[in-house]
C-alpha cells in the first residue's frame, strides 16, 4: 500500500524558506506512470496546489507562486522535496504531498500524505 | 485563472437522502474534473475522476456528470460515512479547486 509522508519544521519565521520533504514509501518516485504533487490547505484559500515533479526532474508549478516555489525529486532516497522562499503570515497552511496522474495540462491527485501544519510567524 | 464555484456552500440532508453538489467552471475545462471527500483532520479522498469515471474502492452510490463548464457530484442514499467536505477540481489548465460544500446532518 502506497504511503507518503510529510516532514519538516511547523514554524517558519516570516521572510525565510519553508522546506519540507516527503517520503514515499510502498512504492517508487521512479514512475513513468504518476507525477507527485504538493498541495496546501489554508481557511483563507481553501486548497491550492502548489506544484508537481515527475521522477525526471520536470516540474509544472503554479503561477500564482512559481517565483517563490522550487520542488525537487531525490530518487535515491525515495523523497520530493517542497521549499517555498520569502513566506508571509498568508503561507500559514497544511501541506499534503500527494501521487499525480497527469491529464490533460495539469493532474489529480489519488494518494495524499497526511498533511502537516506549517505556521509563519516571529 | 478558471475559477470553479460550488454550490451549495453547505447542506443539511438525512441518512438515505440523495445529494446533490454542484461544481461550475469559469470556462470550459471538458471533463478534466475531479471531486474529493475530506473529513476533519484528514486529507481528501479522490472519489471521481474526469468528471464522471469512479475511483477504484469507491461506493457506487457516488456518481459525477457534466462537461464543459457544469458538473454535478450525486450520492443515490446518503450514509453515515458521508457527511464530510467535498471538493471539486479542474486539471484542464493547471488545477484549482473549488471552495468546498459541506454535508451535515439533518
Known amino acids: 500500500q502506497l504511503q507518503l509522508q510529510e516532514s519538516g519544521p511547523g514554524l517558519v519565521k516570516p521572510s525565510e524558506t519553508l522546506s519540507l520533504t516527503c517520503t514515499v514509501s510502498?512504492?517508487?518516485?521512479?514512475?513513468?506512470?504518476?507525477?507527485w504533487g504538493w498541495i496546501r490547505q489554508s481557511p483563507g484559500k481553501g486548497l491550492e496546489w502548489i506544484g508537481t515533479?515527475?521522477?525526471?526532474?520536470?516540474?509544472y508549478y503554479n503561477p500564482s507562486l512559481k517565483s517563490r516555489v522550487t520542488i525537487s525529486v531525490d530518487t535515491s532516497k525515495n523523497q520530493f522535496s517542497l521549499k517555498l522562499s520569502s513566506v508571509t503570515a498568508t503561507d500559514t497552511a497544511v501541506y499534503y504531498c500527494?501521487?499525480?496522474?497527469?491529464?490533460?495540462?495539469?493532474?489529480?491527485?489519488?494518494?495524499w500524505g497526511q498533511g502537516i501544519l506549517v505556521a509563519v510567524s516571529s | 485563472d478558471i475559477q470553479m464555484t460550488q454550490s451549495p456552500s453547505a447542506l443539511s440532508a438525512s441518512v438515505g437522502d440523495r445529494v446533490t453538489i454542484t461544481c461550475r467552471a469559469s470556462?470550459?475545462?471538458?471533463?478534466?474534473l475531479a471531486w474529493y471527500q475530506q473529513k476533519p483532520g484528514k486529507a481528501p479522498k479522490l472519489l471521481i475522476y474526469?468528471?464522471?469515471s469512479l475511483q477504484s474502492g469507491v461506493p457506487s452510490r457516488f456518481s459525477g456528470s457534466g462537461s464543459g463548464t457544469e458538473f454535478t457530484l450525486t450520492i443515490s442514499s446518503l450514509q453515515p460515512d458521508d457527511f464530510a467536505t467535498y471538493y471539486c477540481?479542474?486539471?484542464?489548465?493547471?488545477?484549482?479547486f473549488g471552495q468546498g460544500t459541506k454535508v451535515e446532518i439533518k
Open positions: 515533479i515527475y521522477y525526471s526532474g520536470s516540474t
Open positions: 500527494a501521487r499525480a496522474i497527469a491529464a490533460a495540462g495539469s493532474c489529480f491527485f489519488d494518494y
Open positions: 477540481q479542474q486539471y484542464d489548465t493547471y488545477s484549482t
Open positions: 510502498g512504492g517508487s518516485v521512479i514512475t513513468s506512470s504518476y507525477y
Open positions: 470556462q470550459s475545462i471538458t471533463s478534466w
Open positions: 474526469k468528471a464522471s
